[in-house]
């Protein structure tokens, strides 16, 4: 069973920093993507960043510029990098990883979220 963790989330104020965490673990045989998506209050889940199996990177145009995702395959691991944030950024951020099981068959995880708020 794949396990996704999350950790870094927080209370800030506007323009502050935090950085995310996350690692999965388990019976994985390979990830060919990891990514953060955040729900905020009354709205839907949404994709803020994603990190591709051939590097490839895609960011929500609401974070273009203040946000960074990075990964480290060997480990399993993915980082969002969250600078200059905005109140409207205050949201339950969820890593997501895309576990291959063939070559046409892939089974999406997700951690359990962690709580980003951005208040003054």
């Known amino acids: 069973q794949v396990q996704l963790v999350e950790s870094g989330g927080g209370l800030v104020q506007p323009g502050g920093s935090l950085r995310l965490f996350c690692a999965a673990s388990g019976s994985i045989f390979r990830i060919a993507a990891m990514g953060w998506y955040r729900r905020a209050p009354g709205k839907q889940r949404e994709l803020v960043a994603l990190?591709?199996?051939?590097?490839?990177?895609n960011y929500a145009d609401s974070v273009k510029g203040r946000f960074t995702i990075s990964r480290d395959n060997a480990k399993n691991t993915v980082h969002l990098q969250m600078n200059n944030l905005k109140i409207e950024d205050t949201a339950v951020y969820y890593c997501?990883?895309?576990?291959?099981?063939?070559?046409?068959?892939?089974?999406?995880?997700w951690g359990q979220g962690t709580q980003v708020t951005v208040s003054s």
């Open positions: 990190f591709t199996n051939g590097g490839n990177t």
């Open positions: 997501k990883a895309v576990g291959v099981q063939t070559t046409w068959s892939t089974q999406d995880y």
